[in-house]
């Protein structure tokens, strides 16, 4: 089934514009890359407004003039029920018109069209290269922000190291030479629609490449709050946090952290900070791993310049020069174990399948699991490692939403920093807010109307300034499934208050920072141009009318002292099994407060660094090897 007819009705296409008529062959793009059940869900929600245009018409969209298609469109808006319905189709639509319209309106800004610089070495060698059976003294499965400290802490510890990839190794020129909608789809695992199940449905992007989703991250990089620590080591037993001061500095060393100059925020930043200012919040630049940043808005498609320090250009490579290899297209089946003689079974290594289906196996005494909260689980069911009543539960994200306001000059939120700006008032409430653009049509705020309304807003997006805000949850969700990954989460009544009350912070702050009107994202009370007005409409209003999504899940695998409750114990070691170490964010008690790229590090760095200090380096190799 094709959406021409579909397209052209929410983009009022009358024809004269070129970008407008390539939008449903993107929109096919974009939907190819999405996993079988959202394409089966667009797909069904595209022919039930194809059937009622038919019923109310006796014709397909595709074949009505302009104003016959907004009256289909208008006839069904106005039926409370069907416009969350409606909002979910403009997404993807949205994704390839603002994609479109960029390609067709928009010069390729200087510094990119410089070039860009040549990666540090890795050594990746694809899976359907690497020989079916090898052997090594440690295995991570994963190469984000935990497996790569991992890889990196143990090779320079002198074990030989295979990190194991599922997705593929994308250098610094390749992200220059692509559209930002083309490296989306390649990036994010099942083209960025990874979906909670739940009240309400969350979306929960997760990177899939070498250096996971660091590399599609913002860059944002918030040490771990003291008051997070300490609640993980004395209400959770996590030692590891103990410990953390020290290694959240080495990280910070190595991703080369520092507060984003101001110079390079651009105009999105700069008008939260005057908000802010003018309100006497608390605010300030970010401090990002992105030394040099060219302000090219894109860090969540890959850094085009090579400026953000994600770990494929700044901690791999180090692994690799200390004798770390990367296995890339390598999905890792299951952790083998030798259950041979008495006592506890021991990891003997993993099973990893390549893309044609053939699989491989590193024999190797040590197993680090790194493959996120959402996967990691997974893979220790499927091994026969998932016993512990609390494997895959106590699963923590940052429900967040986003508000947007239009200015009078403007805005053009996508040349600057993409993330730039944080605002911390509320932060004692569990609320973060952080100034956040994106390249057009990419960001996770959608726009209101439908039709010709919402042609005017696609048109008009340069006037708009966008901000998003997190919230410190109460731990709610869990990941089942031994094959495909299914994650459950119930938005908490709580974070559901702290929601709307973030809502009219950030409404407030763009007012403060001289907006005419703010967009809600309420599909059914869009627009405000007062914050009386806005407070009237959010008093109607409830989190679940808001567009969500879901960000950083962590906790799926939990460390600490109660062996009844934590599946790892207080130094990151799987209950139940001797050589399995644990060090990426399901390893963390609870929700870190804040963008935890640098907590995941710390916390891997402490794991494998206990491991090495207790059991040895080089001299822990095994058999063979």
Not at 161 to 167: F, M, P, S
Not at 345 to 360: N, Q
Not at 411 to 423: E, H, K, M, N
Not at 544 to 557: D, E, I, K, Q, W
Request: proline fraction near 8%; glycine fraction near 12%; charge should be positive.
């Amino acid at each position: 089934m094709t959406a021409e007819g579909l397209v052209a009705a929410l983009l009022a296409d009358t024809g004269p514009d070129d970008w407008a008529g390539r939008v449903p062959n993107r929109l096919g793009a974009v939907l190819a890359s999405l996993p079988r059940p959202a394409r089966a869900g667009v797909r069904t929600a595209v022919a039930a407004v194809e059937t009622y245009a038919v019923l109310r018409t006796g014709r397909r969209l595709a074949s009505l003039g302009a104003d016959e298609r907004e009256a289909v469109l208008a006839s069904l808006a106005v039926r409370p029920a069907l416009v969350p319905l409606l909002d979910v189709l403009k997404m993807p639509v949205l994704l390839a018109a603002g994609t479109e319209r960029t390609a067709a309106t928009r010069e390729t800004a200087p510094h990119l069209r410089a070039g860009a610089p040549a990666d540090p070495p890795l050594d990746c060698t694809p899976a359907g290269e690497w020989p079916a059976r090898t052997t090594a003294d440690a295995v991570v499965v994963g190469s984000g922000a935990g497996g790569a400290m991992a890889a990196r802490t143990l090779a320079r510890a002198g074990l030989r190291v295979v990190v194991l990839e599922e997705g593929a190794h994308h250098s610094t020129a390749s992200f220059g030479r692509r559209p930002p909608l083309d490296r989306f789809a390649d990036l994010y695992r099942d083209g960025g629609a990874t979906l909670a199940l739940g009240d309400p449905p969350l979306l929960l992007p997760v990177g899939r490449a070498v250096g996971g989703t660091t590399v599609v991250n913002s860059g944002t990089c918030y040490r771990t709050p003291d008051h997070v620590l300490e609640r993980w080591s004395s209400r959770y037993g996590f030692e590891a946090a103990e410990r953390f001061g020290p290694l959240l500095d080495e990280v910070e060393r190595t991703l080369r952290v520092a507060a984003q100059p101001v110079d390079v925020l651009g105009n999105n930043g700069l008008l939260a900070l005057a908000g802010a200012a003018k309100l006497g919040w608390r605010a300030g630049p970010l401090r990002r791993n992105a030394p040099g940043c060219k302000g090219s808005c894109q860090c969540v498609v890959g850094c085009p310049t090579g400026a953000k320090q994600s770990v494929q250009l700044s901690v791999l490579p180090d692994a690799c020069a200390a004798g770390a290899r990367i296995v890339t297209g390598a999905r890792a089946h299951r952790v083998l174990v030798d259950r041979d003689g008495p006592g506890t079974p021991r990891a003997a290594g993993v099973r990893a399948g390549r893309r044609d289906g053939s699989e491989l196996e590193i024999l190797a005494p040590l197993v680090v699991t790194a493959a996120g909260a959402l996967h990691t689980p997974g893979l220790l069911h499927r091994s026969g490692l998932g016993g512990h009543p609390r494997l895959g539960r106590n699963l923590s994200v940052h429900p967040a939403t986003s508000v947007a306001g239009r200015f009078a000059e403007p805005v053009t939120a996508w040349r600057g920093v993409l993330q730039s700006a944080g605002i911390e008032e509320l932060h004692d409430q569990g609320i973060l807010i952080e100034a956040t653009a994106s390249p057009p049509g990419m960001g996770s705020f959608v726009l209101p109307g439908l039709g010709r309304e919402l042609r005017r807003e696609l048109e008009d997006t340069a006037r708009l300034a966008t901000l998003g805000a997190m919230i410190a949850d109460r731990p709610s969700g869990r990941v089942q499934g031994r094959g495909r990954t299914l994650v459950r989460y119930d938005l908490d009544r709580r974070d559901g208050e702290r929601l709307m009350t973030a809502v009219r912070a950030m409404g407030r702050l763009l007012f403060a920072a001289g907006a005419e009107e703010v967009l809600t994202g309420l599909p059914l009370a869009p627009r405000a141009r007062s914050l009386g007005e806005l407070d009237e409409l959010l008093a109607g209003a409830g989190p679940r009318n808001l567009h969500l999504s879901a960000f950083h899940p962590t906790g799926t695998v939990a460390a600490g002292a109660d062996p009844r409750r934590a599946p790892a114990d207080p130094e990151g070691r799987l209950r139940g099994v001797r050589g399995v170490l644990v060090a990426d964010a399901s390893v963390l008690p609870g929700c870190p407060e804040v963008n935890p790229q640098l907590s995941i590090m710390a916390a891997a760095l402490a794991v494998t660094g206990g491991h090495v200090a207790r059991e040895g380096g080089a001299e822990t190799r095994g058999p063979g090897t």
